[in-house]
């Protein structure tokens, strides 16, 4: 379950080659569980029909003020119960009509009388875009409260090559689902790290974990939502790093102490969520290490790995909140409380790993997480995601005021 659920979305289209990806995003908002209305210009129509909309909504386009029927006042129904409103893509003439309070088809009609939260994506010729009263008008929507979401840097349908694509319909919906978050983030950093940590042997082997990083990625993702200031220090995964959040890659523990540690002293609220290795390599071979017919095995020497965790435990503020994770396999509780004294968190999100639908590469979870005071509360299966959320949720109830 997501923001979207139950919500109402309102979308424009108009006229530009990018309306395709309008369908698209219809699609992503339904199946995230939002009701979704579609209002369209003349121009709009001419590059997708009104039924395909129809169909993937599930109600009536609202396309000519004078002709449609679909209520005694829809497009003022529409707009009036909308939790969110999108324009996608959104034209220079579109938007310069916003900017200035122009109506003169039912898009513009109806977006004037929205009180919800708006997002514009303009998508045009980058020249277009470029243009200084396009940015002016864009600027003045953003003065007046309008979300804007700015073009993707490609090659466009007139062979330019620079801004004015249409972001991908995965990214706009992101970004209305981030529009209607609550921000009870606003105003902290957080710092949140995630994935494994590779530690070489040789040029083509080394020592890690399963960690696929979703956990962490989920963490840094939800707190942006909220509206924090999201720093996240991954190791290698094959995740897309989350939006809006300022993403620092790194390979080794060593890389990922430098980062953490050079990083806590400007975060409110830190989020241990990588997999480090604990151990390493003793040596790592410049050449790769090859396999002799007279060898009957290769012994490896391990050393142990500097403790990030307990690092920044003993160097946190009192004004600060720390978090760990314990992927255990057995002794949850005990192994979790020993944790917290160790290495001196706040919190820690334990589970057991090994299962199909919890630990590393699964996309669900559950958790149990203990508080400094010998208190604990658990989080049932869910998805990532939501087990994220509730992380933060849990995070939230146990700052102090001014924490």
Not at 9 to 34: D, M, N
């Amino acid at each position: 379950m997501t923001v979207l659920e139950g919500k109402q979305v309102l979308l424009g289209v108009t006229g530009g080659i990018a309306a395709y990806k309008a369908v698209e995003l219809v699609r992503l908002l339904k199946k995230a569980g939002a009701g979704v209305d579609v209002a369209m210009t003349g121009a709009a129509l001419r590059f997708v029909g009104k039924t395909t909309f129809e169909v993937l909504s599930e109600n009536p386009v609202i396309t000519n003020l004078w002709e449609d029927s679909h209520g005694s006042v829809a497009h003022i129904d529409v707009a009036a119960r909308c939790n969110a409103a999108v324009i996608a893509p959104a034209t220079a003439n579109c938007v310069a009509k916003l900017a200035h309070g122009l109506a003169d088809d039912a898009l513009t009609t109806t977006f004037l009388a929205v009180t919800a939260p708006i997002l514009i994506c303009p998508a045009m010729n980058t020249h277009m875009y470029e243009n200084i009263r396009v940015q002016r008008n864009l600027d003045l929507l953003e003065k007046d409260g309008v979300h804007i979401l700015d073009p993707d840097f490609g090659t466009l349908a007139c062979k330019t090559v620079g801004p004015g694509r249409l972001p991908d319909p995965w990214l706009i919906a992101d970004r209305i689902e981030q529009m209607l978050t609550f921000k009870d983030l606003a105003g902290k950093n957080v710092l949140v790290s995630a994935g494994p940590t590779l530690e070489p042997i040789d040029p083509v082997r080394f020592v890690s974990n399963h960690s696929s990083g979703k956990m962490g990625y989920a963490v840094a993702r939800a707190a942006e939502m909220r509206g924090a200031a999201v720093t996240l220090v991954t190791g290698p995964v094959s995740l897309s790093p989350p939006v809006g959040v300022d993403t620092v890659f790194v390979q080794t523990c060593h890389d990922m102490a430098e980062a953490m540690l050079t990083r806590m002293d400007g975060a409110d609220i830190i989020i241990q969520v990588a997999a480090v290795a604990d151990f390493r390599p003793d040596q790592q071979e410049n050449l790769k290490i090859k396999k002799r017919s007279d060898q009957d095995g290769m012994t490896l020497t391990l050393v142990q790995n500097p403790d990030i965790l307990r690092a920044m435990g003993e160097r946190k503020r009192p004004d600060q909140f720390l978090v760990g994770f314990a992927a255990e396999t057995h002794d949850l509780a005990a192994n979790a409380v020993k944790k917290i004294e160790k290495k001196n968190l706040d919190m820690i999100a334990a589970n057991l790993v090994g299962g199909k639908d919890t630990g590393f590469q699964a996309d669900t979870n559950e958790m149990t997480i203990f508080f400094k005071d010998g208190s604990h509360t658990g989080i049932p299966l869910m998805d990532k995601p939501a087990v994220a959320h509730k992380i933060l949720d849990a995070v939230l109830g146990r700052l102090e005021p001014g924490r």
